[in-house]
Nanobody, 124 residues
Framework: QVQLVESGGGSVQAGDSLRLSCAAS????????TGWFRQAPGKEREFVAA????????YYKHSVQGRFHISKDNAKNTVYLQMNSLKPEDTAVYFC?????????????????WGQGTQVTVSS
């Protein structure tokens, strides 16, 4: 079992930045991928970014590439999502999740454990 807690969400203006954190606890000794997803009202949950255990591999949704940056600190069991140049369409609840699979994935159902989410609201 892995427990995940997201933090760092909030209400900002377009063009502002936020940094989300995802702190993991529990059975964190195994290697796993960590992903960030988001879900806007009335829409399906979608992939945003993911990072490998080592941090050496990352993968982004096309629309956030160049604006968002995923990183991790294994000593703190924490993954970060730095979000810059935020747009109103980035408004959503952001979730982190971990995947104990063999390859980095953008597929929601590949992920094994999820946090409770943190709200990000971007106004124009």
């Amino acid at each position: 079992q892995v427990q995940l807690v997201e933090s760092g969400g909030g209400s900002v203006q377009a063009g502002d930045s936020l940094r989300l954190s995802c702190a993991a606890s529990g059975e964190t000794g195994s290697r796993y991928f960590t992903g960030w997803f988001r879900q806007a009202p009335g829409k399906e949950r979608e992939f945003v970014a993911a990072i490998s255990w080592s941090g050496g591999s990352t993968y982004y949704k096309h629309s956030v590439q160049g604006r968002f940056h995923i990183s991790k600190d294994n000593a703190k069991n924490t993954v970060y999502l730095q979000m810059n140049s935020l747009k109103p369409e980035d408004t959503a609840v952001y979730f982190c999740a971990v995947d104990f699979g063999a390859v980095l994935s953008d597929y929601v159902h590949e992920y094994d454990y999820w946090g409770q989410g943190t709200q990000v609201t971007v106004s124009s």
